[in-house]
């Protein structure tokens, strides 16, 4: 199991920047993981924000963020991180890190999620 807590979280306006970061432990395992964000909030499910291989050549984004938000890892220092440019009030959530259930498993919803941090708030005011 990949132990993650996430980190960077706070209160910005609308237009402002923000990077979240990831660090993770089981690190025996954790270049081998694709991995995750996901955000949260109140009375909404769990929404994929940002995707990345395991050696980093891939990433995916969801229309929502695409060109905003860029994911990020160093596997050297078992690290995820996730830029967040241009905020919208929309953005704001709890912001989870997340780790695929298996090696080299692509992140594409919530089942194939393995972990997860215990989450960061993230408040972007209009």
């Known amino acids: 199991q990949v132990q993650l807590v996430e980190s960077g979280g706070g209160l910005v306006q609308a237009g402002g920047s923000l990077r979240l970061s990831c660090a993770a432990s089981?690190?025996?395992?954790?270049?081998?993981?694709?991995m995750a964000w996901f955000r949260q909030s109140p009375g909404k499910e769990r929404e994929f924000v940002a995707a990345?291989?395991?050696?980093?050549?891939?990433?995916r984004y969801p229309d929502s963020v695409k060109g905003r938000f860029t994911i990020s890892r160093d596997n050297a220092k078992f690290t995820v991180a996730l830029q967040m440019n241009s905020l919208k009030p929309e953005d704001t959530a709890v912001y989870y890190c997340a780790a695929a259930r298996r090696a080299f498993l692509m992140v594409q919803t919530s089942n194939d999620v393995g972990s997860w941090g215990q989450g960061t708030q993230v408040t972007v005011s209009s």
């Open positions: 089981g690190r025996a395992s954790f270049n081998m993981y694709d």
């Open positions: 990345i291989s395991w050696n980093g050549g891939v990433t």
